[in-house]
């Protein structure tokens, strides 16, 4: 018994296989490259057909007009001839004038030379036994003394031909002569013309058919075979896909100009309005998210903030210097996230320092005992108890909210750790529940956090160079009265209007005002340590940017910064205002 392996099925194609395209006939018809060939071989026919009939039609009436020219001026020669006038009066006219007319009609290539009387009985034909009969046309306006031309058909057959009188001395009209070329004779001077035009017709479509068939076949690769239909299914399909990626695509030509954008990007970038033909710069975006996008080497995963989000950026270079592909993932939730993550694990080793402290205290509580000394250890053991859970009571008291008190806590532990003292101002104060939906918990922790953060890391740093103690003060309170904590008026919100007011000074070296326009640009800091710092400031001003508030960078002995949020909804008209406070700033 045999078994037959299955094989793998060939992946199938987005679009169809050119080579089995140009094998099926009826195909290439369909597709569009194939329709336009076919009909542009039409037109082309077409315009060399009219333009080989006009051209015959133009030949044509050109030679009947030359010939009509001919035989008026063979007759007018021959009416005016000595020769003829003497012969007409004569006993014999016909035994004079039939040489002499054959003879000319030789010469001139006429078809026939007809001298009458003016009864219209022939004295000379080319077929002598027409001689003496009447001759086949009309003959009034001759005999009126006028010379006029006629198509006619006579002996001969189908003819130009023109009757014309001989006129003696007096002007009396004595004989008519009528001299003609048919209409055979004509054609076949048209036969060389009309073969030279057919040929220049022929290879007129010879050469526009080739033609065609290099475009349209450059064409058919192009578009790989397909047809109208399939062309606006491939591109409703294109269009469908590029909204439905959650991931912002863009497409720059080689001016650095927008060539696509979908929603995502719109979204991720905050780009309003119409972008395509935009230059990258004239976006505005940040400084150095363009400066990334623009930069000459690729780049991987490289984090960027906009105005309200955290982007990861990823660019590749189009073929051989065609343009450049621009990815966007959306990075702010999980960098808020990783904030969340790095408070709580702030948390859990102040948590795990308290715990050590504890068991350090508690043996010595046991020791004393041990040793007999029992009011001892009940004071030291009161005093601890006290010291420890003062801070516990300011914060529990002044701070309602839950999230807020929980990072004071966490944060104030974590700086006793590190050897600074964190202290919370006598005029903070947030009851629970007043904090509107809108401002999460997750900005709250990004905006205070990271603050604390910095004004830490400043006091020790402060601290190596001075004499002054490490401290950390914090100010958290509600405001109506459009003041900050230190009495300044705010930038950018209405008076009336409340809003929850985060200050967090230090004892540190404090900001050069200088520096004060860089402060919340993404990579500034003062640690020259190479970890990658110069995000939590930037974190700060995107989280109240996107909650409608406002930062600003004051000193006193140290840094200042004081965050400003409106508790009635986002605000219409806000931004980022660094703006150095007025009390003691130095350069």
């Not at 694990?345 to 715990?355: D, S």
């Amino acid at each position: 018994m045999s078994v037959r392996t299955p094989t793998a099925t060939a992946p199938r194609r987005l679009h169809p296989d050119p080579r089995r395209l140009f094998a099926d006939p009826r195909r290439l018809v369909r597709s569009l490259a194939g329709q336009l060939f076919a009909v542009q071989v039409v037109i082309v026919a077409a315009v060399v057909a009219g333009g080989a009939v006009l051209a015959y039609l133009y030949t044509a009436d050109r030679t009947e007009a030359a010939a009509r020219r001919e035989v008026t001026a063979v007759a007018h020669a021959v009416a005016d001839s000595p020769t003829v006038r003497s012969a007409v009066t004569g006993p014999d006219p016909t035994a004079v004038l039939q040489p002499y007319a054959e003879q000319v009609r030789a010469d001139t290539g006429v078809s026939f030379i007809t001298v009458m009387n003016t009864d219209g009985v022939r004295w000379t034909h080319p077929l002598p036994e027409q001689i003496g009969k009447r001759f086949l046309g009309h003959i009034d306006w001759a005999l009126a003394g006028q010379t006029r031309s006629e198509t006619y058909t006579g002996t001969l057959g189908p003819s130009v031909r023109v009757v014309t009188p001989v006129l003696d001395d007096r002007h009396r009209v004595i004989a008519l002569v009528s001299t003609g070329i048919t209409l055979e004779s004509i054609s076949k001077q048209l036969t060389g013309p009309l073969l030279a035009l057919v040929g220049v017709a022929v290879a007129a479509l010879a050469v526009g058919g080739a033609g065609t068939y290099l475009a349209n076949s450059r064409l058919r690769r192009h578009t790989h075979g397909m047809g109208p239909a399939e062309l606006s299914h491939l591109y409703e399909y294109h269009q469908a896909t590029l909204r439905s990626v959650r991931e912002g695509l863009v497409l720059l030509d080689r001016a650095h100009r927008v060539v696509l954008c979908n929603d995502a990007a719109r979204e991720l970038l905050g780009l309003e309005g119409v972008v395509d033909g935009r230059s990258v710069d004239a976006l505005g975006l940040p400084e150095a998210l363009v400066a990334a996008v623009l930069g000459d080497e690729p780049v991987r995963d490289e984090v960027h903030l906009t105005a309200e989000r955290v982007v990861v950026l990823n660019t590749s270079t189009i073929g051989t210097g065609l343009g450049r592909v621009v990815t966007l993932r959306d990075h702010t939730e999980l960098q808020s996230l990783s904030g969340e993550l790095d408070s709580v694990r702030g948390f859990t080793e102040a948590l795990g320092a308290q715990a050590h402290e504890a068991a350090n205290r508690l043996h010595a509580v046991v020791s004393l005992i041990e040793l007999g000394r029992h009011e001892q250890a009940v004071e030291f053991a009161t005093a601890e108890l006290a010291l420890a859970q003062q801070l516990t009571d300011r914060v529990v008291a002044a701070v309602g909210e839950p999230v807020l008190a929980a990072l004071l806590l966490g944060k104030a532990a974590q700086a006793a750790e590190r050897g600074v003292e964190l202290t919370l101002t006598d005029d903070s104060r947030i009851d629970d529940g007043v904090l509107p939906p809108g401002l999460s918990a997750r900005d709250l922790i990004t905006v205070l956090g990271n603050l604390i953060d910095n004004a830490v890391d400043a006091a020790i740093a402060g601290a190596a160079e001075s004499p002054v103690p490490p401290e950390v003060t914090v100010t958290a309170r509600i405001a109506s009265d459009g003041l900050a904590s230190d009495g300044l008026a705010s930038d950018g919100l209405d008076g009336g209007a409340e809003h929850l007011v985060l200050r967090v000074a230090d004892t540190g070296a404090g900001i050069d005002p200088a520096a004060v326009e860089d402060v919340f640009r993404r990579g500034w800091s003062t640690k020259q340590d190479g970890r990658g710092h110069g995000l939590g400031l930037a974190l700060v001003a995107q989280a109240a940017r996107r909650n409608g508030g406002t930062v600003e960078v004051g000193r006193e002995r140290g840094a200042v910064l004081t965050v400003r949020l409106p508790l009635t909804g986002r605000a219409a008209s806000t931004g980022m205002a660094a703006s150095a406070e007025r009390a003691g700033v130095v350069s």
